[in-house]
Antibody, heavy 120, light 108 residues
Framework: QVQLVESGGGVVQPGGSLRLSCAAS????????IHWVRQTPGKGLEWVAF????????YYADSVKGRFTISRDNSKNTLYLQMNSLRTEDTAVYYC?????????????WGQGTLVTVSS | EIVLTQSPATLSLSPGERATLSCRAS??????LAWYQQKPGQAPRLLIY???NRAAGIPARFSGSGSGTDFTLTISSLEPEDFAVYYC??????????FGPGTKVDIK
């Protein structure tokens, strides 16, 4: 069955960097676009970034543009999120989520999430 | 950016009752809207996509309707496991993909 497993979260100081990973299994990873979505503690959901199935195009929320980079390695079935210049407002649980279908842009499978805490 | 608003913020109901949740978009999203359920400590789960299509494995008591700017998620008869937070999400005009603030369905 489809499985997405995030890792790499932790505590980092403002201005610091962190790289999240999302290991995928149970489906043809190279055939699907994948997103990062975050959720601040006790709050709602915010879409962060999207990468097409072949990595040719990436898209970002304005709140992270220029600071975060989404990438993927289809040979390793793994998605990444490089987060630089972190701010306290980036504190959240970060989920990777898979497109339901090519071009669907609804998220039919999610990981369990990894917590990023930005604090001095 | 398309803003989604959800109402009510909290819905207090008893098991067996009917739940009606609303999602309104700041501009038309056609039928490009989904609903998700999230329980404490869990990731969201896709319930409905394209406004009215149930995702795989979702019970028939969940139904979605609407188009344009006004959408409804209906749970025909609440089961104990349905008490959760529900979010709507649009994919009509992106980036960004946007979510509503959520409706919490709790036990009366």
């Amino acid at each position: 069955q489809v499985q997405l497993v995030e890792s790499g979260g932790g505590v980092v100081q403002p201005g610091g960097s962190l790289r999240l990973s999302c290991a995928a299994s149970g489906f043809t990873f190279s055939g699907y676009g994948i997103h990062w979505v975050r959720q601040t503690p006790g709050k709602g959901l915010e879409w962060v970034a999207f990468i097409r199935y072949d990595g040719t195009n990436t898209y970002y929320a304005d709140s992270v543009k220029g600071r975060f980079t989404i990438s993927r390695d289809n040979s390793k079935n793994t998605l990444y999120l490089q987060m630089n210049s972190l701010r306290t407002e980036d504190t959240a649980v970060y989920y990777c989520a898979k497109n339901r279908l090519l071009g669907s842009y609804f998220f039919d499978s999610w990981g369990q999430g990894t917590l990023v805490t930005v604090s001095s | 950016e398309i803003v989604l608003t959800q109402s009510p913020a909290t819905l207090s109901l008893s098991p067996g009752e009917r739940a009606t949740l609303s999602c309104r978009a700041s501009q038309s999203v056609s039928s490009s809207l989904a609903w998700y359920q999230q329980k404490p400590g869990q990731a969201p789960r896709l319930l409905i996509y394209d406004a009215s299509n149930r995702a795989a494995g979702i019970p028939a008591r969940f139904s979605g309707s609407g188009s344009g700017t006004d959408f409804t998620l209906t749970i025909s008869s609440l089961e104990p496991e349905d008490f959760a937070v529900y979010y709507c999400q649009q994919r009509s005009n992106w980036p960004p993909f946007t979510f509503g603030p959520g409706t919490k369905v709790d036990i009366k």
